[in-house]
């Protein structure tokens, strides 16, 4: 039976020139570079410029993804960003985004699910693709989290960082297989049970104020890999495929331990795992196109891969989705 399928047409991402390594963090707080790498897997992260904005971060990556693509920003009716760190509380960074491809039709907003921004943004965009509702989206995981992190906290400041990563994505008629091209199955979940753990301790409806993130790393480590392999499980159930059929998994950047702790569950080797928080850290709803990305550019997925990209994050939110490059 013949059915839309959101095939992923290009892959664009940006990083922010200023470096900040381990050793520049120790400069700040009480930390080491030994500490890092072995609790985290992270040695550097970029940092944007005081002028350079979410939105400036996420305009560069789309239109990398879009040369990529060879699509015209005209011909895009859909965008939408994943962020926690909008340029401002309204209008949604997307609609700066779109504004700034030149794009004056179709629609944009911005999509709040943290970490998972990327895979809940995806699993919308696929939505409104597959019901012909929107022919081409760009979908932008765009993050400056050095904006609310509390810099004398040495249990969150080294593990973040800024930047962006872009997809553009085409309704293709395809044929309703698993075969297929284009994403084959996504699953999203939340539970507000775990606000706690991991969150901004301000809002403009709360505290008038930006705040600075909060975490309790160790609960959140314990959650991180039961909750993303569930996820990752009902993709695979869903399409039949088994974890060693999957070409690449390509995951949200949080800590290497973290996606060891994955691969370990779900039986597969680390030459399926896609680790570039060595060199980016953390970066939020930004960290699995710029994965993706360097995936794309090192030919680790070509036309045909099945890649999974899974993510976890404040909320609690999690999800997957998998797809055929
Ligand atoms: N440098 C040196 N020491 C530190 C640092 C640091 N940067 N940060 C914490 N410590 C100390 C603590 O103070 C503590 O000292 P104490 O024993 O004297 O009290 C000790 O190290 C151990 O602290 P823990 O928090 O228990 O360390 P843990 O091994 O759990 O590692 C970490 C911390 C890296 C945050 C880990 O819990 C983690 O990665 N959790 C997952 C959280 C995460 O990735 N969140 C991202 C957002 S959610 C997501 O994306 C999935």
Redesign the pocket.
């Known amino acids: 039976m013949a059915v839309n399928r959101s095939v992923i047409r290009g892959v664009g991402a940006y990083l922010p020139k200023r470096v900040m390594t381990n050793d520049d963090m120790a400069k700040i ?4 570079n030994d ?2 790498v072995e ?2 897997g992270i040695t550097q992260r970029h940092i944007a410029g005081d002028d350079e904005l979410t939105s400036d971060l996420g305009i560069a990556a789309a239109r990398q993804a879009l040369i990529r693509a060879g699509i015209d920003p005209v011909d895009i009716d859909l965008v939408i960003c994943a962020t926690a760190t909008p340029d401002r509380t309204f209008p949604a960074t997307a609609v700066k985004i779109q504004h700034g491809l030149g794009i004056t039709k179709g629609a944009a907003f911005d999509v709040q699910a943290v ?1 998972s921004g990327f895979v809940y943004a995806l699993t919308i965009a696929d939505s409104f693709l597959k019901s012909g509702q929107f022919k081409r989206a760009i979908v932008v995981g765009a993050e400056t989290f050095s904006r609310i992190l509390d810099w004398t906290d ?2 969150t400041c ?2 973040f960082g800024d930047g962006a990563g872009a997809v553009v994505l085409e309704a293709q008629p395809q044929h309703g297989t698993r075969e297929d091209r284009g994403i084959l199955s996504t699953a999203i979940r939340s539970d507000g049970r775990y606000e706690e753990l ?1 969150y901004v301790d301000g809002g403009p409806g709360s505290t008038k104020t930006v705040g600075h993130l909060r ?1 309790n ?2 609960e ?2 314990r959650h ?1 890999v039961q909750k993303i392999y569930g996820v990752i499980e009902e993709t695979l159930v869903t399409t039949g495929y088994a974890p060693d059929e999957i070409d690449l998994y390509v995951p ?1 950047q ?2 290497k ?2 996606l060891d702790g994955i691969a370990k569950k779900l039986g597969v080797g680390p030459e399926k795992i896609m680790v570039t928080l060595d060199r980016h850290g ?1 970066t ?1 709803a930004a960290s699995i196109p710029l994965a993706l990305n360097q995936a794309f550019e090192a030919h680790r997925v070509k036309e045909g891969s099945l890649v999974l990209m899974e ?4 909320g609690f939110t999690w999800g997957a989705v998998l797809a055929r490059w």
């Open positions: 707080v009480d930390t080491t500490w890092i609790r985290t970490c040495r249990g080294v593990l991991l975490m790393g160790r959140v480590f991180a949200h949080a800590n331990r973290i953390n939020s993510a976890m994050g404040g």
